[in-house]
């Protein structure tokens, strides 16, 4: 999570230099050249039933193609420290999909903590992007901060269902090939729109400290980050996988400070206060609850 709350802060000069698809799918693409071993399937490992390949599929649909599109365009629009803030309730948001999808009861903790995700993601509001950004900075000249940061909230939804549904696959396939599996559907999804712009786009103009950023990005949220959710998933239940994604909010805000230069104002630290609040809540262990099988 500290590794994906990095790279999406680090997308931001990315999404200035390529178009979102094309950037989608040169992600897709160069993450599928350094994992074809990871296809074949093990010796130990049952065949694929129908029900795992749909789950295959909606894993890369909704948690990396959609995820991917959303925050992209999401980060083009807003401000790295306000994706960071929204990204915040992730817990919350996976809190509630397990108890839409996985049956899970939500206690007063939650309910709180959901409803200071919302205070928070609502103080965003008051704060118009990029007010103290540099001028200097990768942040587009001509943005809508609502639309940004609709976008990051849909990504939000994805991350969700993105652990949702990777618990139920990591019972059926190991994390390496689960990783390759969903990285080659987003390469297929997103092929069609990033011939497209490739067709129409100047690449001799991307320089060599961008490429570089790419090739970064690419592994780290292709392979490293999916390789080690899903390794990790095989061994902790979900709802306890999602304590550790506060590490995703709290690393794209160091890193949208520290490295791209932003600031944050009065109504982001608010808000970044009640974001936290709500992690807090949500994933403090109770003293009197005992370990629950998943």
């Known amino acids: 999570m500290s590794l994906v709350g990095a790279y999406v802060a680090l997308s931001k000069p990315l999404v200035a230099a390529f178009p979102v698809l094309l950037l989608a799918w040169l992600r897709f693409g160069i993450a599928a050249l350094a994992m074809p071993h990871w296809l074949r399937r093990p010796a130990d490992e049952a065949p694929m039933t129908g029900r795992t390949r749909g789950l295959v599929f909606l894993e890369s649909f909704l948690g990396n193609f959609m995820f991917s599109i959303c ?3 999401g980060v083009s629009l807003t401000s790295a420290v306000s994706a960071g803030v929204i ?3 992730i817990p919350a948001v996976v809190a509630v999909a397990s108890w839409l999808f996985l049956r899970e009861r939500i206690g007063w903790r939650v309910g709180m903590a959901i409803g200071c995700a919302a205070i928070g993601i609502g103080l965003l509001a008051l704060t118009p992007a990029h007010a103290h950004a540099p001028a200097d900075s990768a942040a587009p000249r001509a943005s809508m ?7 990051v909230f849909c990504a939000v ?4 269902s993105y652990a ?4 139920s696959l990591t019972g059926r396939l190991g994390p390496k090939r689960i990783s390759s599996l969903i990285n080659l559907w987003g390469f297929v999804l997103s092929t069609p729109w990033g011939i497209w712009f490739a067709l129409r786009f100047d690449f001799g103009a991307v320089s060599a400290g961008i490429w570089a950023l790419l090739v970064v990005y690419a592994l780290a949220a292709s392979i490293w980050t999916v390789w080690l959710w899903m390794t990790g998933l095989q061994r902790v239940p979900a709802a306890q996988a999602g304590v550790f994604t506060v590490m995703l909010p709290v690393s794209a805000a160091v890193v949208g400070v520290v490295v791209l230069g932003e600031t944050l104002s009065v109504p982001q630290i608010g808000a970044f206060a009640m974001a936290l609040a709500g992690v807090v809540l949500a994933t403090w262990p109770s003293r009197a609850s005992t370990p629950t099988a998943h």
């Not at 939804?157 to 969700?160: H, V």
């Open 71 to 73: 925050m992209l365009f």
């Open 87 to 89: 990204m915040a309730s």
């Open 145 to 151: 901060p609502w639309l940004g940061n609709v976008l």
């Open 157 to 160: 939804l994805c991350e969700a």
């Open 164 to 167: 949702v549904i990777g618990k």
